[in-house]
């Protein structure tokens, strides 16, 4: 009887190692910045794994597999991607963890102004602030709709530029008009 009863205190321990030893697996997603999402992964043994994402429809638009891990945090970035939601799994020995993310593309707000510089005739300045970059395109027209001027420049962060237009602009030029737009969309239009 003794025996029997070792036995079965040997099998018990040797079922609790095995559900011991299949630890289950950790996954997260955790957003890094507007635009990466990071995974965290984790398990008791080095194996496989395979990181696939799909879109709304369940469109596969990204797959890798990763050879003898048992954790990670990797970084995946979405910056190329369509808004919406999409569906991360990792699929390992140990089967498959899922999570869905909901990423919105980061839209570039910006801030246009056009004054006259105080105390200096015939000087104007434009301030362009955005939350990104993106292009910036100037155009300065006199009150013929003549083009004064016109250029495109690259603006992050802030920009800003005096523009001196003595020599066009003169009493019998009463007028120049600025039309800023941005590649995102925003126009302004401002005439002095």
């Given at each position: 009887?003794?025996?029997?009863?070792?036995?079965?205190?040997?099998?018990?321990?040797?079922?609790?190692?095995?559900?011991?030893?299949?630890?289950?697996?950790?996954?997260?997603?955790?957003?890094?910045?507007?635009?990466?999402?990071?995974?965290?992964y984790k398990t008791a043994?080095?194996?496989?794994?395979?990181?696939?994402?799909?879109?709304?429809?369940?469109?596969?638009?990204?797959?890798?597999?990763?050879?003898?891990?048992?954790?990670?945090?990797?970084?995946?970035?979405?910056?190329?991607?369509?808004?919406?939601?999409?569906?991360?799994?990792?699929?390992?020995?140990?089967?498959?963890?899922?999570?869905?993310?909901?990423?919105?593309?980061?839209?570039?707000?910006?801030?246009?102004?056009?004054?006259?510089?105080?105390?200096?005739?015939n000087k104007f300045m434009?301030?362009?602030?955005?939350?990104?970059?993106?292009?910036?395109?100037?155009?300065?027209?006199?009150?013929?709709?003549?083009?004064?001027?016109?250029?495109?420049?690259?603006?992050?962060?802030?920009?800003?530029?005096?523009?001196n237009l003595s020599k066009?602009?003169?009493?019998?030029?009463?007028?120049?008009?600025?039309?800023?737009?941005?590649?995102?969309?925003?126009?302004?239009?401002?005439?002095?």
């Amino acid at each position: 009887m003794k025996s029997k009863f070792n036995a079965l205190v040997i099998a018990c321990l040797m079922m609790s190692f095995a559900a011991v030893a299949a630890s289950p697996v950790s996954m997260s997603v955790t957003a890094a910045s507007a635009n990466v999402f990071n995974i965290n992964y984790k398990t008791a043994e080095a194996g496989t794994v395979k990181i696939s994402i799909y879109d709304t429809n369940n469109q596969l638009v990204f797959a890798e597999v990763l050879t003898n891990v048992s954790s990670f945090v990797r970084p995946y970035n979405f910056t190329d991607m369509s808004q919406g939601e999409y569906t991360i799994t990792v699929s390992g020995k140990n089967g498959n963890q899922t999570e869905k993310v909901n990423y919105t593309a980061n839209k570039i707000e910006s801030f246009i102004s056009v004054s006259e510089v105080a105390n200096a005739e015939n000087k104007f300045m434009l301030n362009v602030t955005n939350n990104g970059s993106e292009a910036v395109f100037v155009r300065i027209i006199d009150n013929n709709n003549t083009l004064l001027h016109e250029q495109s420049v690259q603006v992050t962060g802030s920009f800003g530029l005096i523009y001196n237009l003595s020599k066009v602009k003169s009493a019998t030029e009463p007028s120049v008009t600025f039309e800023v737009s941005t590649e995102s969309g925003k126009f302004e239009k401002i005439t002095f």
